[in-house]
């Protein structure tokens, strides 16, 4: 199979699956139609946004890694993050994120480089991480580039999941997915690069803490070197294989801690 030298994690917080179809996302629509989709992914209980983006880094469940809340513990005994694997292989790694939280997913030392950016006005910090991932692709083309797109989840805590507003922020999570997923084109690296759009978990009503089906179904999306083209996964899915998918694309072992699996459906021959 083709494996990839650059990966571009993109995470929109709370999107639900189902909420592809009503938002303008065209961007997300092409990588979908062109790479391996899975519309029945399954986060991780608790449902909220550290403990899933430890577990999607860290390739284990909450009662390995032990973050069970939005405060960090480092886990007991370590586990190293999809982030320490690339940086200790040699390769480059990047993070752009605007919840500060997120600052803890990897050990000290691991990023070569990280943009934080505090969430207010909320669609200009969208598109401004997102031209920011951009630019820093144009420039260093890291193997690893962690792109966080937070806008979704701030406003349906506001408003609700599925509302008119939620809508428009996927809408513009859409659209920064496409100012990064334009430059890596630019850059001359498309067929090279691999990309992958989830969540870190969905929602109702107004909230995810529930564990509801609402709440822990995902989009799992893989396109680009290395993915399937055009085919739809029906096999299980867990946040937890998305650290071993990306290792495995960039030819790398995954660490003995991690207990998930590559999504092997998703995967070319």
């Given at each position: 199979m083709l494996h990839a030298t650059h990966v571009v994690l993109l995470v929109v917080d709370g999107l639900?699956?189902?909420?592809?179809?009503?938002?303008?996302?065209?961007?997300?629509?092409?990588?979908?139609?062109?790479?391996?989709?899975?519309a029945h992914?399954?986060?991780?209980?608790?449902?909220?946004?550290?403990?899933?983006?430890?577990?999607?880094?860290?390739?284990?469940?909450?009662?390995?890694?032990g973050v069970l809340s939005n405060v960090w513990?480092?886990?007991?005994?370590?586990?190293?993050?999809?982030?320490?694997?690339?940086?200790?292989?040699?390769?480059?790694?990047?993070?752009?994120?605007?919840?500060?939280?997120?600052r803890d997913l990897s050990y000290p030392g691991s990023l070569d480089f990280s943009y934080y950016r505090r969430r207010e006005p909320e669609e200009e910090c969208e598109l401004e991480i997102g031209a920011q991932?951009?630019?820093?692709?144009?420039?260093?083309?890291?193997?690893?580039?962690?792109?966080?797109?937070?806008?979704a989840d701030d406003v349906a805590h506001d408003h609700g999941w599925m509302s008119a507003r939620y809508l428009r922020a996927v809408a513009a999570a859409d659209q920064a997915i496409g100012l990064v997923r334009r430059a890596v084109q630019e850059a001359g690296?498309?067929?090279?690069?691999?990309?992958?759009?989830?969540?870190?978990?969905?929602?109702?009503?107004?909230?995810?803490?529930?564990?509801?089906?609402?709440?822990?179904?995902?989009?799992?999306?893989g396109s680009g070197a290395g993915?399937?083209?055009?085919?739809?996964i029906e096999t299980p899915v867990s946040i937890v294989d998305t650290a071993p998918t990306l290792a495995h694309l960039l030819s790398l072992s995954p660490p003995v801690e991690w207990s998930?699996?590559?999504?092997?459906q998703a995967l070319e021959p």
């Open positions: 639900r699956p189902d909420a592809l179809s009503p938002a303008r996302t065209p961007e997300i629509d092409r990588l979908a139609a062109g790479g391996a989709f899975c992914a399954q986060a991780v209980i608790p449902s909220i946004t550290l403990p899933c983006h430890a577990s999607m880094l860290c390739g284990v469940p909450p009662q390995r890694h513990l480092p886990p007991r005994p370590p586990v190293p993050s999809l982030i320490d694997l690339v940086h200790h292989a040699g390769l480059g790694t990047a993070s752009f994120f605007s919840w500060e939280e997120l991932a951009g630019r820093y692709f144009t420039a260093r083309r890291p193997a690893l580039s962690l792109v966080y797109l937070g806008m690296c498309l067929e090279q690069t691999a990309f992958l759009v989830l969540a870190d978990h969905g929602g109702h009503g107004f909230d995810h803490a529930e564990g509801t089906a609402e709440d822990v179904t995902i989009p799992w999306i993915f399937r083209r055009g085919h739809r998930g699996r590559p999504v092997w």
